[in-house]
């Protein structure tokens, strides 16, 4: 059968778990890079340092931006999701989800203002 | 019956099996109906040889669920003028479901995993002992009634993309009948059916889309009765009443 058009996509909780779930690969694909920056600091300073400066460029600041969204998105997604298995069906979870998004949101540009 | 404005409409209907493909016929444009009544009119003045799947026209028994233009509904109580898009409509069987021919989809694994997740009801007394008393204002008995107007239509099933991606989860209508009968005092299952829903492909692999929530004809919240289970199944676990 052809693909069929699945409209229960542009379903906003559905794209809340896509978030959710897509956040968490990007925050897991971050974690090794992190490391390694971390891993540098045993070649010396020097080394950690220029590196550091290297980050400070806007670009990198504004990807740090991203991955601030990335954080508090799977975060307070992932605490929806465990209100949800955990309590009692609490009616309303398109509010929750978007709130979630858009406090993530506020997060990310709160951080930016910050360090740029 | 009065024609609408528009004299006709055309139909693309999904013809042949799981390799068919979508065929269009015109259709009069009439106040009033349903999708099923479209179908129903390519089948008895256009094309004989088109089969689907209905019984009672009235929304009660479940058997007339199609994907009309993209989404799965049921057709007995879906007008044309609310679905309709500048004339067309599209009408696939189910998805998720085998193909059996054209519309009618084959509900046999959305029946096998019912069962799976203990579905059938197990009394706890033999016909020669006392009804059991049941009040319905207990809270088991408000949390069984909130789940338990399920035709069993498969439309849940069709617009879930858990269902999609893992072929073992056993659907919102299943697991949405096993949350009922753990609700169910004269039921004698319950351990085994608890089991079952917490195994892999149970209650734990639903995403919480809510998109059988969405789609349910009978506005029921298997995604509530999922998440309701997966507590339980939870609680049962840290309890050691349920073992990995």
Known sequence: ?116 | MPQADNASLTVSIWRGGQDGNFETYSVPNRQNQTVLDVVTHVQRHIDPTLSYRFACRVGMCGSCGMTVNGRPRWTCRTHVSKVAKDGKLQIAPLSNLPVIKDLAADMQPFFDKWQKAGGVFEPSKSRAEPVEPIRPNEPQRIAADAGIECINCGVCYAGCDTVRWNDDYLGPAALNRAWTLMNDLRDSAQKPRLAAVAANGGCHACHTHQSCQEYCPQSLNPTGSISLLKRLATKAYLKGELKP
């Open chain 1, 1 to 116: 059968m052809s693909a069929p058009p699945r409209p229960y996509r542009r379903n906003a909780l559905w794209i809340a778990a896509m978030v959710h779930r897509v956040s968490g690969i990007g925050l897991a694909l971050f974690l090794p890079l992190h490391f390694l920056a971390l891993g540098l600091s045993l070649q010396g300073a020097a080394r950690l340092d220029s590196f550091l400066r290297w980050t400070d460029i806007p670009l990198i600041k504004l990807a740090e931006g991203g991955l601030v969204f990335l954080l508090g998105v799977h975060f307070l997604g992932g605490l929806r999701v465990l209100f949800v298995e955990n309590f009692d069906w609490r009616v309303n979870q398109f509010r929750v989800a978007t709130a979630a998004g858009g406090a993530a949101a506020m997060l990310a540009f709160a951080f930016l203002i910050q360090v740029l």
